[in-house]
């Protein structure tokens, strides 16, 4: 930014930079963008340090294709030959060899390098799956910390009306020592729970940066916990066959391992070259002239067996793996599933089962001691019940938000 001073008196140029400088202080900071599941999940798979690693292993992967199954390059030979007195000659030829390569030996390990490269991008997706999930699982700890931390201030909120009623008693001679010591007790409790909790959402929120290589160890984060009823099981495989990084490259690899082997049945062609050239020849008889011939490779000891071994091995263990792949996935989406289906069935039955008397029960409790008709013991014990209450359901959900993340990364959703 540039400040352009007017040409006046001295004074008023410090008047002047003044201003401009309390203008550049007033100018607020601009705060980080708060973590949300979206941005967590995208940043895990695409610009973390392991996976930024494992897509770079993938692209050296593809890289590597490149170099693989070309065409032999044509060359050029030189060749000379001379002869001494008493009769001195020499000769000179000049030959551009071509070579060819008609078998499927060149086809067949192209195939074979796409294939580890597909490999290697669809292990690449899956670290960056299993990543985001790890993430998620930090992120909404995060944000069920920051929602116990406002419990908390909450509980202490009402420990502090407690305490001026308290007070006003002890002033008219209504209230014990013992009342006044079971309070501060429990007001140091409160409070070191909530010095716990907030440090915990701190350190928490450092983890997650950590993981993610990112430089926001203040950030805040941003979401809820509501997640709908989970799909039928043969929907969400459906879905797991469209998204789940290794169920989608399986059927990419099959078919490159059956080109593959296919090209390798034909690796026993054997190769040959064609050549031709000028012939100069000086001496006694100088003359000059052409050369050509042709070189066959004779297929007696390499008849493309390592090309053939090779593919027939990917496509026969890729057969194999494609069984118990899609069971494993089933499994565990099933798991995943049934984990996320029992995790929100518990948290309505407690929600319903408790949702009435947890206010009714601090109500009666506050109003209660206010009148004289309650003790503080009671009021405490309803105070700790409700808060209980409100921390069983924050644990309920936060155990629904990390079945849903689960059976997300089952799926390959994240």
């Given at each position: 930014?540039?400040?352009?001073?007017?040409?006046?008196?001295?004074?008023?140029?410090?008047?002047?930079?003044?201003?401009?400088?309390?203008?550049?202080?007033?100018?607020?900071?601009?705060?980080?963008?708060?973590?949300?599941?979206?941005?967590?999940?995208?940043?895990?798979?695409?610009?973390?340090?392991?996976?930024?690693?494992?897509?770079?292993?993938?692209?050296?992967?593809?890289?590597?294709?490149e170099g693989v199954g070309l065409h032999p390059n044509p060359f050029l030979d030189w060749e000379r030959q001379e002869t001494f007195s008493p009769n001195a000659q020499s000769q000179d030829v000049l030959r551009a060899h071509i070579p060819f390569d008609l078998s499927g030996r060149r086809d067949a390990a192209r195939l074979l390098a796409e294939l580890d490269a597909e490999d290697s991008r669809a292990g690449a997706s899956s670290v960056g799956q299993e990543l985001a999930a790890r993430a998620l699982g930090l992120f909404y700890?995060?944000?069920?910390?920051?929602?116990?931390?406002?419990?908390?201030?909450?509980?202490?909120?009402?420990?502090?009306?407690?305490?001026?009623?308290?007070?006003?008693?002890?002033?008219?001679?209504?209230?014990?020592?013992?009342?006044?010591?079971?309070l501060a007790l429990e007001a140091e409790?409160?409070?070191?729970?909530?010095?716990?909790?907030?440090?915990?959402?701190?350190?928490?929120?450092?983890?997650?940066?950590?993981l993610l290589g990112a430089d926001e160890a203040r950030a805040t984060v941003r979401g809820d916990f509501e997640v709908a009823d989970p799909a039928p099981l043969d929907e969400l495989m459906a879905r797991a066959r469209e998204s789940h990084p290794l169920l989608r490259s399986l059927e990419v690899q099959v078919d490159l391992a059956r080109r593959a082997r296919s090209a390798a049945d034909t690796a026993w062609i054997p190769r040959f070259e064609i050549f031709g050239g000028y012939n100069l020849q000086i001496g006694p008889q100088a003359g000059h002239g052409y050369a050509v011939g042709v070189v066959l490779d004779v297929p007696v000891f390499d008849r493309g067996?390592?090309?053939?071994?090779?593919?027939?091995?990917?496509?026969?263990?890729?057969?194999?793996?494609?069984?118990?792949?899609?069971?494993?996935?089933?499994?565990?989406?099933?798991?995943?599933?049934?984990?996320?289906?029992?995790?929100?069935?518990?948290?309505?039955?407690?929600?319903?089962?408790?949702?009435?008397?947890?206010?009714?029960?601090?109500?009666?409790?506050?109003?209660?001691?206010?009148g004289g008709e309650r003790t503080l013991v009671e009021l405490l014990d309803a105070r700790r019940a409700v808060l209980e209450v409100a921390e069983r359901e924050l644990t309920l959900d936060l155990t629904v938000r990390l079945a849903d993340v689960e059976l997300r990364r089952t799926t390959g959703a994240l």
């Open positions: 930014m540039r400040i352009r001073l007017p040409k006046t008196p001295t004074v008023n140029r410090i008047s002047c930079l003044v201003v401009a400088l309390g203008q550049l202080v007033a100018t607020p900071v601009r705060a980080q963008a708060p973590w949300t599941d979206e941005r967590v999940s995208a940043h895990a798979r695409e610009r973390a340090p392991v996976t930024v690693a494992a897509h770079g292993t993938a692209r050296r992967a593809q890289a590597r294709v700890a995060a944000l069920a910390l920051e929602r116990r931390t406002d419990l908390l201030r909450e509980a202490q909120g009402v420990l502090d009306e407690v305490s001026r009623v308290l007070s006003s008693r002890q002033a008219a001679g209504e209230a014990s020592g013992y009342e006044r010591a079971r409790l409160g409070r070191s729970r909530l010095e716990r909790a907030s440090a915990e959402r701190a350190v928490t929120i450092q983890e997650l940066a950590a067996q390592g090309e053939q071994a090779e593919a027939s091995a990917a496509l026969s263990s890729l057969s194999d793996y494609e069984g118990a792949l899609r069971a494993a996935v089933r499994a565990s989406v099933a798991a995943a599933r049934a984990r996320l289906e029992a995790a929100l069935t518990e948290r309505r039955r407690f929600a319903a089962a408790t949702g009435d008397d947890t206010g009714l029960l601090l109500r009666a409790a506050s109003s209660g001691y206010r």
